[in-house]
Nanobody
């Protein structure tokens, strides 16, 4: 079992930045690939970014590439999502997710992940 707790969401103006954090329980954090998903109002949950167990590989949705950066600190059992140049369309509930084992080709699908956090709201005003 892995427990995930997101934090860092809030209200920002377009063009601003936020840094989301996801704190994970347990002593085997480094055994999990970590992903970020988001769910805009009235839409399906969508992939944002993923980072491999060691942090050596990262992948991003085209919509956030060049603006968002995912990172992890295995010593702190924490994964981060740095969000820059935020747009109103980035408004969503952001979820942290964990998958045991190597990151696969289906890393952009929610079913790929075993554990989920409760979500944190990000609102970007125009």
């Amino acid at each position: 079992q892995v427990q995930l707790v997101e934090s860092g969401g809030g209200l920002v103006q377009a063009g601003g930045s936020l840094r989301l954090s996801c704190a994970a329980s347990g002593r085997t954090f480094s055994s999990y690939g970590m992903g970020w998903f988001r769910q805009p109002p009235g839409k399906e949950r969508e992939f944002v970014a993923v980072i491999s167990m060691s942090g050596g590989n990262t992948y991003y949705a085209d919509s956030v590439k060049g603006r968002f950066t995912i990172s992890r600190d295995n010593a702190r059992n924490t994964v981060y999502l740095q969000m820059n140049s935020l747009k109103p369309e980035d408004t969503a509930v952001y979820y942290c997710a964990a998958r045991f084992g190597p990151t696969g080709a289906l890393h952009n699908l929610p079913d790929h992940y075993n554990y989920w956090g409760q979500g944190t709201q990000v609102t970007v005003s125009s």
